[in-house]
């Protein structure tokens, strides 16, 4: 069976994943696509035999459309989702599942009254072959309990429209949410800290940031953002445990010995770095809505997780203190 | 448009590429498979909506059937190659693209006088990412001329159907193959070293085996082929050029440190260290099939040039000694 | 010349340092030692033709001692030190200078009084050459402005004695001394966080504990104390600057491969670890005191500095607030 | 006790072991020297409080002379070295023991006639940590049986006296003695293979150099001697066993991440790589001398093997054929 996908929302994520299932992966087809700007889909569909549609309402309604991918801005994202589950169809949404607290609740209590789960987050990190191998790791007891975890995320370069509250909300979020998987524990507690600033970035922002997080079993992570960093794309990971560690592998590159050194290119963007786990991430969901069966990636409950850690960064951000996140406990529906 | 592909030969490999035509890649669909023993053609195109013809003449001639992948065993390959080409098809062969030199030329021949390029061959190391940053390094003269390389294959073990012949045929064909073109050269002479074999093996075969290769303007290649290696599946290779060199990366695996020691699982096997070049290989073929272009992977004169050198290494095997290979030179054809 | 060395206090490191400036260094000789335990100092003595003398004042008065080696317990080093600058002695004191920042501050007091400087405090982070490769990366400007840091320190485990406190005093020093040097910096405040505490150690000991600094200049500097960590004893540090970033390399050792990993051992204790460094400071301090210059290694400054923040450290430990050092400004005399 | 010694020639490498005997370790001092050039041997023993001698002769029958280093040009080595032996003194020789075969014989000889071991020859390798540990790896077994090691020797650049022979005679010397040492067995045969030369060299040098060694047991060693190579000073080995591989650490330094790529300096001379192994050397050389005992290190059957094999090396440049070295029976007095 063939899946066919309605998508909502054709910028340059939306275009992408149109792209991705197109041509990178099999058993999908993109068969309808919207955007408030028609253009823009048309544009974005061009070649693959998919229709446009007038609005989000009409793709999620489209008999010939068995999924919906959500990639319009992020405050739309609920609505659609909303609206995906009303129709009983299952949804990738690319994160956020929502912008505030409140509609992620919205978005669990209904998918609870619909009886499955059908809402899957587009937290690709987790189908990253270093992460798998982590969580390997980390579940098969190789290092003992965690204790603690250090992260770094760092960009080259960010356009002016990046501000300091999206360290939280567009980049930690991947952090907070693999956190959350790799230790196995929700966040209790996050602090901002800013260091002194670069000097290589817009005059607005607040760049990089060191966040801390405490898990409510006591275990410790730091993150490093930093989106002027100049060099590159990167993101380490090390889970430090009782018996032992265990690190994120370096992005794999030729080794060139010239001119006194030895050097290795670093990726420059995170379509590259993460350009595989994308593949798979898609792949596995392509193939978990074929088979009928709730989707096994990350859910509406690791959405809502990621909003509620993501707004008390933001608010750490402001007071400079440590900000509990008052995450709920977990329904059983979720477990 | 969606290329509709004919599979000659159903074994382990055929398999693999029918599941990868249809799950890991788009822009194409399996649509006929054939296979000496039929019941195992019907089990591979299971779920597919492939139909099981006759033999590879149905195949190729089937008018559905875009193009055809080669996957039957060696001896079985030019035929069905010539006969693609008679059809005017294009057509993916597994290595060998023959096993005779005289197979090989009337490939040749026969494409020539079709008067376009029709045939690739399955190396799918040339779309490893790794190689791929090589050969940017090497062509951007990023270390100079080319003097040297040094290469390892090793496998952690092989069956007791793998004879001492192998070595060079299924084993260092793959570096054949893509040190001709790292270096831009041909091969003109092959000397097989045998050191003392280990005791980890079926008692006909010779493991390992040295193999020192003359690139005809001068340059060196060694390659150890160690198939009973037992640690793991790894492939090394480094390029010496007069200001520099190029290393191949170490397949990426997360560091755990725990007992006293760093360490880093190592790939067991070539379908997992070589999986993401397999499909970058298809995807490349499938659109350069469906834009109408001829394919510009390894083509059949790579295939004949693999044939000559292999069969010069086998002979080096028996005699000690060097082996000149008498490659011809190359018709413009295909230059 | 050869620099006739005297020794005060002759446990672990004061032996290691008589054996150090008699087999692993030239240009010294110890040529007097006391110890509380004067039979201790008789063996640690035993074979290099040096008195046991009955107290570190004799071996500071002695005639034919040019200079004087500081190894008793660390609430005993200031008076030895103040001892040996009235005698206008050069004096290696090993760390701590002193334990109380009023001690440190009168050794501050004397040495600016006797007129040049005499005191030189064992950190010898300062003489690794990873350290020594590091410091020039950023003092050359390839990195840019550091903006923050990222360090470990690591030990396999330690015995009953060591308390919580000493996370600070004895090993969170090394990188407090450290740090300075490298971001050429004084630290203003510290924070103290202690994860979920391992299991694998004494019942009374907090440990990891987590180290926040804050430089005067608004860099931040985080440290993971982990001193039962069990694989083995590590030293990470990355300095991450306005342009790139720089990182202490992994200690060097044998890769194995072997039972499907790629391995290579840890040290397991810091004098292997730092052996060369130790090697390294010595040769540097006899070379200068027999030059007749002061030494240019970690100085008196250096050992307040390294009093007062631990001591502030030590503070948030116990209230697990940010703690200002309230270090003073540094007077020229050191500058 | 101090041990005394003589050094004959002080040239380059004489006058770097003379300071490293009164700076770098401890336990000896520098009495006697001489050279062809007396003012060279008086710079070169200023400070030391030596003085300056005739001749060898002088030099090893000086009452105060304990034991002798011989750091002459290559063909005075043995004269120097038959002469402390008919003294009874231990002798540290720099390679080569001897340009011939006939006079290493002779050494070997006057040494067993004598009836203990004198002779100790100066190839340092067996005293770096990275060999060390290998040779520790495939002592123990951790990689089973050796089958292959594959061995890199690449300098920077080397001035125009050096010619062609010098590719075996000083510098593949250094790993037929280490990969003996190692593999605990005999090379029995070589062969010299010239790839196309770089253009970096002076006219008269064949640079790179491919060698080819088979042990007595059937293992073989494959050795890349590129003396113009540019980028720095780089030693690889890598030995394969039944069971796994074990290979040389690169050497550490700094990670630095700039400009799109992280790099690592590569050291640039042989001093800067070997310097601890120097030091090691010297120490344990010392150690053993002060204590009367046979020093441990590589002895004169080492240094007979490796003038033959150098021979045959020699010849096999010039043949381009197999040469056997046809290495004699080692007396039991070297077992």
Same mark, same amino acid.
């Not at 600033?197 to 005059?203: D, I, K, Q, V």
């Given at each position: 069976m063939t899946v066919k996908v309605g998508v909502i929302g054709t910028g340059w994520i939306g275009a992408e994943h149109i792209r991705r299932i197109t041509t990178s992966i099999g058993g999908a087809e993109v068969v309808a696509a919207t955007d408030i700007d028609a253009d823009r889909a048309a544009r974005a569909v061009e070649g693959t035999g998919a229709r446009v549609l007038a609005d989000g309402t009409e793709v999620i309604a489209a008999d010939d459309v068995d999924a919906v991918v959500v990639t319009s801005w992020g405050p739309a994202h609920a609505e659609s989702v909303l609206a995906a589950i009303a129709e009983g169809k299952p949804v990738f949404c690319e994160k956020p599942l929502a912008t505030t607290a409140e509609d992620a609740q919205r978005i669990l209590d209904a998918e609870q009254r619909h009886g499955s789960r059908l809402v899957q987050v587009g937290f690709m990190r987790r189908f990253d072959a270093g992460y798998v191998q982590m969580k390997e790791v980390v579940s098969s007891g190789?290092?003992?309990? =965690?204790?603690m975890a250090h992260c770094v995320h760092r960009n080259p370069t960010v356009p002016e429209t990046y501000h300091s509250e999206m360290a939280a909300q567009d980049t930690a979020v991947h952090e907070i949410d693999v956190m959350r998987w790799l230790l196995d524990d929700e966040i209790s507690a996050v602090q901002v800290i800013t260091p002194r600033?670069?000097?290589?970035?817009?005059?607005h922002l607040r760049d990089p940031q060191f966040m801390l997080f405490e898990m409510a079993g006591g275990a410790r992570v730091d993150l490093e953002v930093f989106v002027n960093c100049r060099y590159g794309y990167e993101i380490g990971c090390e889970v430090v445990g009782e018996e032992g560690t265990v690190r994120l592998p370096e992005i794999p590159g030729v080794v060139v010995r010239n001119s006194g050194h030895r050097s290795t290119p670093v990726p420059q963007d995170w379509t590259t770095r993460f350009a595989a786990a994308f593949d798979a991430e898609f792949e596995a969901w392509v193939r978990e809505v074929a088979a009928g069966? =709730?989707?096994?990636?990350?859910n509406a409950w690791d959405g809502y997780a990621a909003t509620v850690v993501t707004d008390a960064a933001v608010r750490s951000l402001h007071s400079g203190g440590v900000v509990e996140t008052g995450i709920k406990d977990r329904p059983a529906f979720y477990a």
């Open positions: 190789g290092i003992g309990a =965690p204790l600033p670069t000097g290589n970035r817009f005059e069966t =709730p989707t096994t990636g990350p």
